[in-house]
C-alpha cells in the first residue's frame, strides 16, 4: 500500500458536509463558514511514550487523538465541525489502519466532524489533529472572563486517568476492578461537546482538565488576574479509588494528575439552578468545588469545614519541566 492508497482507501469521501466546498485530495480545503458565526481553530499533537504506550490498541489511540481536540472545542462552547489529521506512521499496516480508521471516523461521526485533510510521512507514531469548530459570533467560554464570587465547578470524575497511569507505571497498585475502570478513562476520555454549549449562557470562563485540575484552574485566575479557594474534599472521582489509595497519593491525582479532559468552569452563584439542570440535559454531572476570590492566588484547602491548607508539590504535568 503507498500512502496515496492509504488516503484514497482511509481517508477521502468519509462524510459529507454542505460547508465544505472542497475536501481532502487538493492542496487545500476549502471551507464557507456561516454568516454570523465566530470560527475556533485548536490543536494538539500526541506521541508514543509520551502520551500514549507502544501498544495500545488502534482503536483507543484514534479515540484518544480525536477525542482531546473535541475537548478544546467543549472547553469554548463551540460546536466541532472539521479537522485536519497529520501522521508519522513507521509503516501502512493495512488491519492497523482499517481498526485505527473506523475508530476515528465513529468518533467524527458521533460529534459531527468532517475529516478535510492533513498529512501522512513516515514516522515513529506521532498524531497532529487540527480541529475547527463554530460559535455565535461574540460567544465563547474563556480562561479570561473569571469573576471575584462566582463558583467554580467541575464536570465528571477526577484523578481516573492519572491513577490508571501510575499504575501501569508501578508509582500505586490499584485492585484490578478499580484499574478496569480507571483505565477506560485513560483510554477513551469523554470530550464534553454538549455540556460546553449547553453552559453557554451560564458560565463566564472555562477550561479543559488536560495537565493537571490545579495547573488547569490556575491559567484561568492568571488570564483573568483573580484567585480561588479550591475545597479538595468537594473534588469528584471514583469513590473506590479513596478506599484504595493513601489520601495523599489520590489527592495527587486528582488535582495534578491531568488527563482527565473534563471542563472546570466558572459560573455566578445565582445561575446554580440553570446550571444543574443544563449538566442533566447534556447527561453530565457537575460538582460546585471552589469559587473566585480576591487574592490572586490560588488555595487548595482540606474542605469548607476544615480549612487547613494543602502545599501541592505540583500543580501539573509540563513537557519541558
Same mark, same amino acid.
Given at each position: 500500500?503507498?500512502?496515496?492508497?492509504?488516503?484514497?482507501?482511509?481517508?477521502?469521501?468519509?462524510?459529507?458536509?454542505?460547508?465544505?466546498?472542497?475536501?481532502?485530495?487538493?492542496?487545500?480545503?476549502?471551507?464557507? !463558514?456561516?454568516?454570523?458565526?465566530?470560527?475556533?481553530?485548536?490543536?494538539?499533537?500526541?506521541?508514543?511514550?509520551?502520551?500514549?504506550?507502544?501498544?495500545?490498541?488502534?482503536?483507543?489511540?484514534?479515540?484518544?487523538?480525536?477525542?482531546?481536540?473535541?475537548?478544546?472545542?467543549?472547553?469554548?462552547?463551540?460546536?466541532? $465541525?472539521?479537522?485536519?489529521?497529520?501522521?508519522?506512521?513507521?509503516?501502512?499496516?493495512?488491519?492497523?489502519? $482499517?481498526?485505527?480508521?473506523?475508530?476515528?471516523?465513529?468518533?467524527?461521526?458521533?460529534?459531527?466532524?468532517?475529516?478535510?485533510?492533513?498529512?501522512?510521512? $513516515?514516522?515513529?507514531?506521532?498524531?497532529?489533529?487540527?480541529?475547527?469548530?463554530?460559535?455565535?459570533?461574540?460567544?465563547?467560554? $474563556?480562561?479570561?472572563?473569571?469573576?471575584?464570587?462566582?463558583?467554580?465547578?467541575?464536570?465528571?470524575?477526577?484523578?481516573?486517568?492519572?491513577?490508571?497511569?501510575?499504575?501501569?507505571?508501578?508509582?500505586?497498585?490499584?485492585?484490578?476492578?478499580?484499574?478496569?475502570?480507571?483505565?477506560?478513562?485513560?483510554?477513551?476520555?469523554? !470530550?464534553?461537546?454538549?455540556?460546553?454549549?449547553?453552559?453557554?449562557?451560564?458560565?463566564?470562563?472555562?477550561?479543559?482538565?488536560?495537565?493537571?485540575?490545579?495547573?488547569?484552574?490556575?491559567?484561568?485566575?492568571?488570564?483573568?488576574?483573580?484567585?480561588?479557594?479550591?475545597?479538595?474534599?468537594?473534588?469528584?472521582?471514583?469513590?473506590?479509588?479513596?478506599?484504595?489509595?493513601?489520601?495523599?497519593?489520590?489527592?495527587?491525582?486528582?488535582?495534578?494528575?491531568?488527563?482527565?479532559?473534563?471542563?472546570?468552569?466558572?459560573?455566578?452563584?445565582?445561575?446554580?439552578?440553570?446550571?444543574?439542570?443544563?449538566?442533566?440535559?447534556?447527561?453530565? !454531572?457537575?460538582?460546585?468545588?471552589?469559587?473566585?476570590?480576591?487574592?490572586?492566588?490560588?488555595?487548595?484547602?482540606?474542605?469548607?469545614?476544615?480549612?487547613?491548607?494543602?502545599?501541592?508539590?505540583?500543580?501539573?504535568?509540563?513537557?519541558?519541566?
Amino acid at each position: 500500500m503507498t500512502e496515496f492508497d492509504f488516503i484514497r482507501k482511509y481517508l477521502q469521501n468519509q462524510q459529507q458536509d454542505h460547508q465544505v466546498v472542497l475536501g481532502i485530495g487538493d492542496d487545500a480545503a476549502i471551507i464557507r !463558514p456561516q454568516a454570523e458565526y465566530d470560527l475556533c481553530f485548536s490543536a494538539d499533537m500526541l506521541l508514543k511514550n509520551r502520551h500514549f504506550f507502544e501498544n495500545v490498541a488502534p482503536e483507543d489511540l484514534a479515540w484518544k487523538v480525536l477525542a482531546v481536540n473535541l475537548s478544546d472545542m467543549a472547553a469554548m462552547g463551540a460546536q466541532p $465541525r472539521w479537522a485536519l489529521l497529520s501522521a508519522g506512521l513507521p509503516e501502512l499496516n493495512e488491519d492497523w489502519l $482499517r481498526r485505527f480508521c473506523n475508530s476515528l471516523f465513529d468518533l467524527a461521526q458521533r460529534f459531527g466532524v468532517t475529516l478535510i485533510g492533513g498529512d501522512t510521512t $513516515r514516522g515513529d507514531l506521532v498524531f497532529n489533529v487540527t480541529i475547527v469548530g463554530e460559535l455565535p459570533q461574540g460567544k465563547s467560554l $474563556r480562561r479570561d472572563a473569571a469573576q471575584v464570587g462566582d463558583d467554580i465547578w467541575v464536570s465528571g470524575k477526577i484523578g481516573l486517568a492519572a491513577s490508571a497511569l501510575n499504575c501501569l507505571l508501578k508509582q500505586c497498585d490499584l485492585p484490578s476492578e478499580v484499574f478496569q475502570l480507571c483505565e477506560a478513562e485513560l483510554l477513551r476520555p469523554m !470530550p464534553r461537546v454538549r455540556l460546553g454549549q449547553a453552559i453557554l449562557n451560564f458560565a463566564h470562563a472555562a477550561q479543559d482538565v488536560s495537565d493537571g485540575l490545579a495547573q488547569d484552574i490556575d491559567h484561568i485566575l492568571t488570564a483573568s488576574n483573580v484567585g480561588a479557594e479550591i475545597w479538595a474534599d468537594e473534588i469528584p472521582t471514583l469513590p473506590q479509588l479513596k478506599k484504595v489509595l493513601p489520601r495523599k497519593e489520590w489527592l495527587q491525582y486528582t488535582l495534578a494528575g491531568g488527563d482527565d479532559y473534563e471542563l472546570v468552569f466558572t459560573a455566578p452563584k445565582n445561575c446554580r439552578e440553570a446550571l444543574l439542570i443544563a449538566a442533566q440535559n447534556s447527561n453530565t !454531572p457537575i460538582t460546585c468545588i471552589g469559587k473566585i476570590t480576591d487574592s490572586g492566588c490560588l488555595q487548595v484547602i482540606n474542605s469548607m469545614a476544615d480549612r487547613m491548607e494543602i502545599a501541592l508539590t505540583s500543580l501539573g504535568f509540563d513537557h519541558f519541566g
